[in-house]
Structure formats: structure tokens, C-alpha cells
């Protein structure tokens, strides 16, 4: 069946420092890929998305490329800030199949200041 | 436009006890889902809703009932709540399956002793 695997956090880093989330998934259709966030307190938004094989999602400095050919969709930021402390979740549709949406387990990420 | 909304913030049962979780959109969405967060766990779907009067079963939908009779409305029953039943719970809707972005509410923590 179709999955979605993504790095186990925490991840701590200090403020303007890179950041890269891994997230890989199974499919058996054609999934879209998405990256939502959840600050504390609230509940999941949609940070970024990608519906077909190469192509990029970016919002708030955060980008991700949908890479077919190593079924991945890693969460990247150059320099990220305090506020960007939250839980990250990878997630996937595949309208090949039932369209329900799979997420990962979250990651969380803590920034120092 | 207020979005999602969910009643109550917060609720504390005793094992046995039956509630609603209420859920609310504004943004004329036919689809609606229902999860639950746990730590370690990710998010699991317990049962969506394609359109008034259609509801299907998720991963996790033992001990949950489900109705559907407005688009707006999407309430989440606990028949007999039990300690495994303590989570966070999102209700969350958008325009259609598969693609599109999902809108979430801000969660109802419960607690069942």
C-alpha cells in the first residue's frame, strides 16, 4: 500500500542555519506530495505542494522538488528563524488509487535562538 | 469566513461516557475527514465524508460514528469512551479528495480517565 516515511525528530538547530527534511514514499498511482506544518497549539496548514514529477513547491523560504525517479520529497530552508519552530508532516494523495491523503509521523523541529 | 471550527477546545470523560465532537465549515467543501494525532504516531484518518449523506470508514474508525446531514456539518460521536480513545482530535475539509488542500481546525483534546 502506499506510504509516506520521514525523519524522526527532534531536530534542533540554531537560527540562520540550514534545513533539510527528509521524506520518502510509496506509491503504486500518481501521487500529489505535500508538506504541511502545525504550529503549537493549532491545527495542520499547508506549507507547500507538488502534483506531478519535478516540480518545485516553495512558500515562506521553505522549498521541496517532487524527485520521481528516488520517490522523495525532502523539505528544505536556508536559513530558517525562530518562528519556524513547529512539526513538519510529509503527505501524499495518489489519484490512482482511493485519493486519501497519507501522512507521515511529523517531525519536529526546534530553532535556537 | 471563519474556516473549520471545532467544539469543545478541550473535554474530559469518564471510560463509558458518549459525546459529540463538533465540526463546522464555511467554505461550501464537500469533503470533510475526521483524525486523530497521537505522540509518536502521526495522523490517522477515523472517517470522512464525501458530500451530505455519504460517510465511509478510515484506518482507525472502531468505537467513532460518523453523520452527514448538511455539507456544513461533520459531527464525530464516541459511543463509550474509553482510555484509548484519549488523543487529539482535527476534523478537516476541503474542496475535493486527492490534490487539494486540506483545512484543519484547531483540535480537541480529550481525555478519557
Known amino acids: 500500500g502506499n506510504s509516506v516515511t520521514q525523519m524522526e525528530g527532534p531536530v534542533t538547530l540554531s537560527e540562520e542555519a540550514f534545513l533539510t527534511i527528509n521524506c520518502t514514499y510509496t506509491?503504486?498511482?500518481?501521487?500529489?506530495l505535500f508538506w504541511y506544518v502545525q504550529y503549537p497549539g493549532e491545527g495542520l496548514q499547508l506549507l507547500l505542494k507538488?502534483?506531478?514529477?519535478?516540480d518545485k513547491g516553495s512558500n515562506k523560504g521553505f522549498e521541496a522538488t517532487y524527485r520521481k525517479e528516488t520517490t522523495s520529497f525532502h523539505l528544505e530552508k536556508g536559513s530558517v528563524q525562530v518562528s519556524d519552530s513547529a512539526v513538519y508532516f510529509c503527505?501524499?494523495?495518489?489519484?490512482?488509487?482511493?485519493?486519501?491523503?497519507?501522512f507521515g509521523k511529523g517531525t519536529r523541529l526546534h530553532i535556537l535562538p | 469566513n471563519a474556516g473549520v471550527t471545532q467544539t469543545p477546545k478541550f473535554q474530559v470523560l469518564k471510560t463509558g461516557q458518549s459525546m459529540t465532537l463538533q465540526c463546522a465549515q464555511d467554505?461550501?467543501?464537500?469533503?470533510m475527514s475526521w483524525y486523530r494525532q497521537d505522540p509518536g504516531m502521526g495522523l490517522r484518518l477515523i472517517h470522512y465524508?464525501?458530500?451530505?449523506?455519504?460517510?465511509d470508514q478510515g484506518e482507525v474508525p472502531n468505537g467513532y460514528n460518523v453523520s452527514r446531514s448538511t455539507t456544513e456539518d461533520f459531527p464525530l460521536r464516541l459511543l463509550s469512551a474509553a482510555p484509548s480513545q484519549t488523543s487529539v482530535y482535527f476534523c478537516?475539509?476541503?474542496?475535493?479528495?486527492?490534490?487539494?488542500?486540506?483545512?484543519f481546525g484547531p483540535g480537541t483534546r480529550l481525555t478519557v480517565t
Open positions: 507538488a502534483t506531478k514529477a519535478d
Open positions: 506509491a503504486t498511482g500518481y501521487p500529489s
Open positions: 503527505a501524499l494523495s495518489d489519484r490512482g488509487r482511493d485519493d486519501k491523503i497519507i
Open positions: 478537516a475539509s476541503s474542496q475535493d479528495r486527492g490534490a487539494y488542500e486540506q483545512y
Open positions: 467554505m461550501n467543501h464537500e469533503y
Open positions: 465524508s464525501v458530500g451530505a449523506g455519504i460517510t
